[in-house]
Nanobody, 122 residues
């Protein structure tokens, strides 16, 4: 069982930045994939970015060049740096985890956090 707790969401104006964090409970897995997803009201959940245990990353086209995913293994924490935020980035952002290092934006995840809300005003 992996528990995930997101933080760092908030309300900012367009063009601003936020850094989301996802604290993961201790786990012993050597190979893993972790990612950020988002869901706006009325929309389907979409994958934003992910990273695996060897450091490979994937980004949705809509966030490339603006968002950066990273992980601090010593702290068991996943991050998502959000820059140049736009109103269409407003959503609930979720952290997720899956065993195994195969990481794709379409990969199903096994464990989910409860989310942190990001609201961008124009």
């Amino acid at each position: 069982q992996v528990q995930l707790v997101e933080s760092g969401g908030g309300s900012v104006q367009a063009g601003g930045s936020l850094r989301l964090s996802c604290a993961a409970s201790s786990f012993i897995y050597q190979s893993w994939c972790m990612g950020w997803f988002r869901q706006a009201p009325g929309d389907e959940r979409e994958a934003v970015a992910n990273i695996n245990s060897i450091g490979s990353t994937n980004y949705a086209d809509s966030v490339k060049g603006r968002f950066t995913i990273s992980r601090d293994n010593a702290k068991n924490t996943l991050y998502l740096q959000l820059n140049s935020l736009q109103p269409e980035d407003s959503a609930m952002y979720y952290c997720a985890f899956a065993r195994g290092s195969w990481c794709s934006l379409i990969r199903g995840m096994e464990y989910w956090g409860k989310g942190t809300l990001v609201t961008i005003s124009s």
